[in-house]
């Protein structure tokens, strides 16, 4: 895979705006601003193919990365902003909900948390979700060059023990500005691919 053959695609919020494809898809799911868009940036070694923007709450859409024509990378609205009006924040919940319960090609849903803060009720609802379905997904925690090495252990147990994540799901600590956990995300990312080869 040529992951410098990365290109945004497109925009959507109903499912008849996706991408009309049955390559694999990979989703970013988080709270707004918890660096999904830098992740995304830091996987593909790019500096700004996903808009990294200072206003939470800035994208309404799920918008499609098209990774060498093998693979989508599907950065999904962010939620949980509470100064946004509670019908826009609704809607967004709704673009989430669909593309999660709609499409099949979804190979795995990688959940950012910030590792500096006790996850909210919108993540522990999300998590909830992935829990109870079907869908392989991992947690991953965002902004780990925020808290000290030492500090990384115990905010993963928090972060664990307030989500009740099962055992056997992975929540890797990482940081797109110290280029922490990028191995490991890629294998969790390549474990699936292969699944379905
Ligand atoms: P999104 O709304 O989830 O897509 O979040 P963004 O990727 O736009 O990031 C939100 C803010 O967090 C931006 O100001 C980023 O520069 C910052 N940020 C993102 N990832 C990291 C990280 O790993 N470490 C630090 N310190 N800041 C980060």
Do not use: C
Request: glycine share 4%.
């Amino acid at each position: 895979m040529n992951l410098n053959n990365a290109r945004f695609e497109t925009t959507a919020v109903k499912p008849e705006q996706y991408p009309q494809s049955n390559l694999p898809e990979i989703a970013f799911a988080g709270r707004s601003n918890v660096g999904k868009s830098s992740m995304i940036n830091f996987l593909l070694n790019r500096k700004n193919l996903a808009y990294v923007g200072a206003t939470p709450g800035k994208t309404r859409e799920i918008n499609f990365f098209n990774i060498d024509d093998k693979l989508y990378f599907v950065d999904l609205p962010g939620y949980g902003y509470a100064k946004v009006p509670k019908e826009k924040s609704l809607s967004w919940d709704e673009t989430i909900n669909t593309y999660l319960n709609v499409r099949a090609q979804l190979k795995l849903i990688i959940m950012l948390v910030d590792i500096r803060h006790t996850p909210t009720k919108d993540d522990i609802l999300m998590h909830e979700w992935l829990a109870g379905g079907n869908r392989p997904y991992i947690v991953a925690a965002a902004k780990s060059d925020k808290v000290t090495r030492s500090q990384i252990k115990q905010r993963l147990a928090e972060i664990r023990q307030v989500l009740k994540i099962p055992d056997n799901i992975p929540v890797i600590p990482f940081s797109s500005e110290n280029k922490l956990g990028k191995e490991e995300l890629w294998r969790a990312i390549n474990s699936v691919l292969e699944m379905q080869a």
